[in-house]
């Protein structure tokens, strides 16, 4: 059983929806990390879906980046969509108006990698010229962050018109969150994060009209995220049409300025609780995976994970993904968080039949 052949068993759940990505960067990061439009477009092609493009991070200021990302789009306007990244250390909201009339549908701000806090003078001027124009604001809401605390919520009422996404799950503050965020529509959360229980309790907590679909590439691969995101919102009970706004359509809808459609209240958590074997399995894995991100050896925490499934058979499939995490390939660790989202969803069927 291949990696590949579960991820396309699950996004066979997409029945008919053309997934639309609201996070992508392309070109050369100051990590060394580079991605291509076409080798994005690649990747999108392959699932016939359309992606919200902007740079990654550099030091020799965003004009000429953001320009690049404009063209790139021009190039290929049935797959992106062109964002402009500004740093508010140094940006103005006449820097964000040009941008938007050279072509820009949003705006992308990184408070980690520009090292500056949601309320600099400089995010508030941003999102004022976002505010008039009705786009959206994507903010970095990941690791390195901290808490936003009430910053957030002050800068989502003063700017009611302008859709503020919080990246990666918003995974910083989402304890909290996740108690407010029906109060302030235009505070929305997109899916580029790998970890399950983190989706689980995104998609359990917050109302599914405030939900984007994210990838993060590079850093994380398209099809995997898909998968991993698309397996949680089924579990945690989201109805087709609350899907359909998650994977495409409600941005669709923020982009052409309609505004969110509401379908509804968040479900609430699930009611399968994991057994202690499936909690075992399930710590391990995420075990094994925080071990190889991290750059350590993982051969023994993946040792006890294969103890742990043993011989039972319904876990099979399981410890076929296992042979692969143990592979030196690149894609070993997006087979742990393929495997660590079927753990946490025991009893969901695939979209597609697996075998």
Same mark, same amino acid.
Not at 28 to 38: H, I, Q
Not at 141 to 166: K, M, N, Q, W, Y
Not at 306 to 335: C, N, T
């Given at each position: 059983?291949? %990696?590949? &052949?579960?991820?396309?068993?699950?996004?066979?759940?997409?029945?008919?929806i053309?997934?639309f990505?609201?996070?992508?960067?392309? /070109?050369v990061?100051?990590?060394?990390?580079?991605?291509?439009?076409e080798?994005?477009?690649?990747?999108?092609?392959?699932i016939?879906?359309?992606?919200v493009i902007? @740079?990654l991070?550099?030091?020799?200021?965003?004009?000429?980046?953001?320009?690049?990302?404009?063209?790139?789009c021009e190039?290929?306007?049935?797959?992106?969509?062109? =964002?402009?990244r500004?740093?508010?250390?140094?940006? $103005?909201?006449q820097?964000?108006?040009?941008a938007?009339? $050279?072509?820009?549908?949003?705006?992308?701000l990184?408070?980690?990698?520009?090292d500056?806090?949601?309320?600099?003078?400089g995010?508030?001027?941003?999102a004022?010229?976002?505010?008039?124009?009705r786009? *959206?604001?994507?903010?970095?809401?990941?690791? !390195?962050?901290?808490?936003?605390?009430?910053?957030i919520?002050?800068l989502?009422?003063r700017?009611?018109?302008?859709?503020i996404?919080?990246a990666h799950a918003g995974?910083s503050?989402?304890?909290w969150?996740?108690e407010?965020?029906a109060?302030?529509?235009?505070?929305?959360?997109?899916t580029?994060?790998?970890?399950p229980a983190?989706?689980?309790a995104?998609?359990?907590l917050?109302p599914?009209?405030?939900?984007?679909?994210?990838s993060?590439?590079?850093?994380?691969?398209?099809?995997v995220?898909?998968?991993i995101?698309?397996?949680?919102?089924? =579990? #945690?009970?989201?109805?087709?049409e609350?899907?359909? %706004?998650?994977f495409?359509?409600?941005?669709?809808?923020?982009?052409?300025?309609?505004?969110?459609?509401? *379908?509804?209240p968040?479900?609430?958590? *699930?009611?399968?609780?994991?057994? @202690? $074997?499936?909690a075992?399995?399930?710590?391990?894995?995420?075990?094994?995976g925080?071990c190889?991100?991290? !750059?350590g050896?993982?051969?023994?925490l993946?040792?006890l &994970?294969?103890?742990?499934?043993?011989?039972? /058979?319904?876990?099979?499939?399981?410890a076929?993904?296992?042979?692969?995490v143990g592979s030196p390939? +690149?894609e070993? @660790?997006?087979?742990v968080?393929?495997?660590? #989202?079927l753990?946490v969803?025991?009893?969901? +069927?695939?979209?597609? *039949?697996?075998?």
């Amino acid at each position: 059983m291949s %990696l590949h &052949t579960v991820i396309e068993a699950e996004h066979a759940a997409l029945d008919g929806i053309r997934p639309f990505d609201v996070h992508a960067h392309t /070109g050369v990061d100051v990590d060394g990390t580079a991605r291509t439009c076409e080798e994005h477009v690649a990747d999108l092609e392959a699932i016939d879906g359309r992606s919200v493009i902007f @740079p990654l991070c550099v030091t020799s200021g965003y004009a000429a980046e953001n320009q690049r990302v404009v063209e790139e789009c021009e190039r290929h306007p049935d797959r992106l969509v062109p =964002f402009a990244r500004l740093d508010p250390r140094v940006a $103005s909201a006449q820097d964000a108006a040009e941008a938007l009339a $050279s072509g820009a549908r949003g705006f992308k701000l990184h408070p980690r990698a520009e090292d500056f806090r949601l309320d600099h003078p400089g995010v508030e001027a941003i999102a004022g010229v976002a505010a008039e124009a009705r786009v *959206p604001v994507l903010i970095h809401a990941g690791v !390195g962050v901290g808490s936003f605390g009430e910053t957030i919520i002050r800068l989502a009422e003063r700017h009611r018109d302008c859709p503020i996404v919080l990246a990666h799950a918003g995974v910083s503050d989402l304890s909290w969150l996740a108690e407010v965020a029906a109060d302030h529509p235009n505070l929305l959360f997109d899916t580029s994060w790998w970890n399950p229980a983190d989706l689980l309790a995104l998609f359990a907590l917050i109302p599914p009209g405030q939900i984007l679909f994210g990838s993060d590439e590079p850093y994380m691969d398209l099809g995997v995220v898909l998968a991993i995101a698309l397996r949680c919102a089924r =579990f #945690t009970g989201l109805s087709p049409e609350a899907i359909a %706004l998650i994977f495409g359509a409600q941005l669709e809808n923020l982009l052409a300025a309609e505004g969110a459609i509401d *379908p509804g209240p968040a479900p609430g958590p *699930p009611a399968v609780v994991l057994t @202690p $074997s499936e909690a075992r399995v399930a710590t391990l894995l995420a075990a094994t995976g925080g071990c190889m991100i991290g !750059g350590g050896d993982a051969s023994q925490l993946l040792e006890l &994970t294969r103890l742990a499934i043993g011989g039972d /058979g319904s876990k099979s499939l399981l410890a076929e993904l296992l042979d692969e995490v143990g592979s030196p390939s +690149e894609e070993a @660790p997006w087979a742990v968080g393929v495997a660590l #989202t079927l753990a946490v969803t025991p009893t969901l +069927e695939s979209a597609a *039949p697996v075998g």
